[in-house]
């Protein structure tokens, strides 16, 4: 399974964002997928999950109420909607799947990887 994120980029503080991660190969629809990410000097940090089917969302503490996960199982595709940006928010962002339809906030229970996307939030 290969996995591509797209649509980082900068925007100012308070700004929003649409990541993309588009899936190919494997059976995208029966796997969970996730984001986290990894500000410079930092370890890599939970974003979101997602069950294969959409039904249930999990958020990290600092993302809850501004970040939104979703997907198109039609399309291979999981987005990730950020608003109300924050310097703090910067870092490379990245698209996992694991091999279960369930989610799950740890990062060593995904079995792919994107190569990530850089999002950088000004003040």
């Known amino acids: 399974v290969r996995l591509v994120e797209s649509g980082g980029g900068a925007v100012r503080a308070g700004g929003s964002l649409r990541l993309s991660c588009v899936a190919s190969?494997?059976?995208?629809?029966?796997?969970?997928m996730g984001w986290f990410r990894q500000a410079p000097g930092k370890e890599r940090e939970f974003v979101g999950t997602i069950t294969w089917s959409g039904g249930f969302k999990q958020y990290g503490d600092p993302v809850k109420d501004r970040f939104t996960i979703s997907r198109d199982n039609d399309k291979k595709t999981v987005y990730l909607q950020m608003n109300s940006l924050k310097a703090e928010d910067t870092a490379v962002y990245y698209c996992?799947?694991?091999?279960?339809?369930?989610?799950?906030?740890?990062?060593?229970?995904?079995?792919?990887w994107g190569q990530g996307t850089q999002v950088t939030v000004s003040s």
């Open positions: 190969g494997g059976t995208f629809g029966r796997y969970a």
């Open positions: 996992a799947g694991r091999k279960e339809p369930d989610p799950s906030d740890d990062e060593f229970s995904y079995d792919y």
